[in-house]
Nanobody, 122 residues
Framework: QVQLVESGGGLVQAGGSLRLSCATS????????MGWYRQAPGKQRELVAV???????EYADSVKGRFTISRDNAKNTVYLQMNSLKPEDTAVYYC????????????????WGQGTQVTVSS
């Protein structure tokens, strides 16, 4: 079992930045893949970025060059730095342990946080 708690969402103007945090209930080193996903109203949840323990990353094309996923092993926390935000980035952002939907996912672990709202105004 893994509990995930997200924070850092909010309202920001287009072009602004936010950093999301996701604290895990156990050592992040025991989780092979951590990821961020988002779901906009009326749309399916989509992968935003994942980070493997070996350091490999995978990003959605729509966020490449603007978002960066990282982690702090000592704090058991994964981050999503979001720069140059656009109104189309508005969504509920979810933290995930397992990396479902990524090229590395092989089944098994799949835990979700409660989500944090990000709203980008134009």
């Amino acid at each position: 079992q893994v509990q995930l708690v997200e924070s850092g969402g909010g309202l920001v103007q287009a072009g602004g930045s936010l950093r999301l945090s996701c604290a895990t209930s156990r050592s992040i080193l025991s989780i092979n893949i951590m990821g961020w996903y988002r779901q906009a109203p009326g749309k399916q949840r989509e992968l935003v970025a994942v980070l493997a323990n070996g350091g490999g990353t995978e990003y959605a094309d729509s966020v490449k060059g603007r978002f960066t996923i990282s982690r702090d092993n000592a704090k058991n926390t994964v981050y999503l730095q979001m720069n140059s935000l656009k109104p189309e980035d508005t969504a509920v952002y979810y933290c995930n342990a397992g990396g479902i939907g990524s090229s590395w996912y092989k089944g098994g672990m799949n835990y979700w946080g409660q989500g944090t709202q990000v709203t980008v105004s134009s």
